[in-house]
Nanobody
Framework: QLQLVESGGGSVQVGESLTLSCEMSGATYQYYTMGWFRQPLEREGRKRDGVAAIDSDGATSYSSDVKGRFTISKDNAKNILYLQMNSLRPEDAAMYYC??????????????????????WGKGTLVTVSS
């Protein structure tokens, strides 16, 4: 059974940085296209927004509102996916989820994926940003 466990969320001030981690067990990242998604708490139950994605070759894609501030990366040896978040803004506050999808999916396609288009999801880690 493939499992994804996010960590690293917390409460930060505007402009600060945070790094999220997603540990995978049961398989290795190299066979999946991985993505980070987020959902503001006030939109719980609605579509999660794609933030960043990375495919098995290391190609990446970012949403326009985080490009240049967030960096997705992975450590294949440790089976860990990361999301480095810099210059955080109040609108970045959300529950952040990592997800694994078909390895043939492009990172750009993964950003637009809905819940059912990704094969596995973690339970999320909460990020709050205060001014």
């Amino acid at each position: 059974q493939l499992q994804l466990v996010e960590s690293g969320g917390g409460s930060v001030q505007v402009g600060e940085s945070l790094t999220l981690s997603c540990e995978m067990s049961g398989a290795t990242y190299q066979y999946y296209t991985m993505g980070w998604f987020r959902q503001p708490l006030e939109r719980e139950g609605r579509k999660r927004d794609g933030v960043a994605a990375i495919d098995s070759d290391g190609a990446t894609s970012y949403s326009s509102d985080v490009k240049g501030r967030f960096t997705i990366s992975k450590d294949n040896a440790k089976n860990i996916l990361y999301l480095q978040m810099n210059s955080l803004r109040p609108e970045d506050a959300a529950m952040y989820y990592c997800a694994a999808g078909n390895g043939l999916m492009t990172p750009t396609r993964a950003l637009d994926a809905d819940y059912y288009a990704m094969d596995y999801w973690g339970k999320g880690t909460l990020v709050t940003v205060s001014s």
